[in-house]
């Protein structure tokens, strides 16, 4: 296979494996066998072998020799830190908006909010729309394409809000949020509007809180943690 093809191959599968670690399709701390990966996938094992190395860097796998691949139990101190910059992002995002706002990126977010407010709408539907209202945000101020950067940091916190997501019998109270949050930057409110935003984005914490008290098997703890293979994986 030439070099460029194994290179498509390989980011294609991270991209793959990465997108299962996201929406919990690979729960936290699930035992990761690379030929079963790759037999699901219909790839060899060396391209899945590879992209486990690249989600370990980016914190969503832990390998560990001789006892094997995991999907790394969310971290709430990395929850934190994405979320700090998350927020330093799109307040500063608000603070830059124009005086006269892009009339089409106006009616892109009227229509996300509209679709929001659809039922049944499904938690990775809603999921997408809430994305790309934040980024539709973000482009009103001139900085759309700053989101690569803030979506490429926050895997720790996405999958912390697909949890809180989970756990809530309808989205509905964080699309109202969303439409909070959009009227008061159509109204010029910059101070209700960063106060709402805060607000919003500040609730994985309370999820995070919640969740952990039920399911503390899903986070990771303080101290290092390594799953000891008996009969059954068991972390320890």
Known sequence: ?????????????????????LTLELPPGAALSENELAASLGVSRTPVRESLIL?????????????????????????????????????????ALPPEL???????????????????????????????????????????????????????????RRLGLHENVSPAVFADQHREIFEAVVGGDLTSARTAMRTHLRAVFSDIERI???????????SASVPVRRNVVVWE
Do not use: C
């Open 1 to 21: 296979m030439p070099q460029t093809n194994r290179r498509t191959s390989r980011r294609s599968i991270y991209l793959k494996l990465r997108q299962m670690v």
């Open 212 to 222: 952990r008290a039920h399911s503390p098997e899903l986070f990771a703890t303080g």
């Open 102 to 160: 892009d009339a089409s990126v106006v009616e892109e977010l009227r229509d996300n909010l509209a679709r929001q407010q659809r039922a049944p709408l499904g938690l990775e539907e809603f999921f997408e729309l809430d994305e790309a209202f934040h980024q539709g945000l973000m482009r009103l101020s001139g900085h759309g394409e700053v989101w690569t950067t803030v979506a490429a940091a926050k895997g720790h916190l996405d999958r912390a």
């Open 55 to 95: 989600l370990a860097q980016d914190g969503l796998v832990q390998i560990f020799p001789k006892i094997g691949s995991f999907v790394s139990r969310v971290d709430p101190a990395q929850v934190a830190d994405a979320q700090f910059l998350r927020e330093a992002v799109e307040l500063a995002s608000l603070d």
